[in-house]
């Protein structure tokens, strides 16, 4: 009897490798660093304008309780804060008496007769009824106001860095080896 020669057996397919985690590579560069920082030095106030730049000391003067210098201010005055205050309300002339008072008026200063000497013009107690007068030498006009603070410029901050981006290696394609068929 004849048997019929057997088939050769059907390839089976290699098996796929199974792929393993893909490495996430390093970055290449690292981030730049962030720019040091200066302080910015607090702006100065404007000044407060002296008594000899705008205003002319005119003497020590006598008063009475009929004043010749008519407006007081409240509080304790400073000169320049008398002289700027007067000032402000148009006054022509200011008087600080005491211990700080101010008065202020457009004239008749010296209605009472004008003193030899005052106590220290700025100091603690100038002398009652006394009154330390000084001319407000740009009457009419006041003075400006004290400029504006100026706003700081903002800090710039660090640039940022982009993420390296990988894209993974395709897989090698796999064909499948037939199997070898034995001899006859």
Not at 50 to 73: E, M, V
């Amino acid at each position: 009897p004849t048997t019929a020669p057997t088939p050769p057996p059907a390839p089976s397919p290699t098996p796929a490798p199974t792929p393993g985690p893909t490495p996430t590579p390093a970055p290449t560069s690292t981030p730049a660093p962030a720019p040091a920082l200066t302080p910015t030095p607090a702006p100065t106030p404007p000044p407060i304008p002296n008594s000899g730049a705008r205003y002319t000391y005119l003497g020590c003067f006598k008063d009475t309780q009929d004043r010749a210098l008519p407006i007081k201010i409240p509080g304790k005055l400073s000169v320049d804060q008398c002289n700027i205050a007067c000032s402000v309300k148009s006054f022509k002339y200011s008087g600080r008496q005491y211990t700080g008072e101010c008065y202020c008026g457009n004239g008749n200063y010296a209605k009472y007769g004008s003193l030899s000497s005052c106590g220290e013009c700025d100091g603690p107690n100038v002398g009652g009824y006394k009154s330390c007068v000084y001319e407000d030498t740009q009457s009419g006009s006041p003075p400006p106001p004290p400029a504006p603070s100026p706003t700081p410029a903002p800090t710039p901050g660090p640039t940022p860095t982009p993420a390296p981006t990988s894209t993974p290696a395709p897989a090698p394609a796999l064909t499948p080896t037939p199997a070898p068929t034995p001899p006859p």
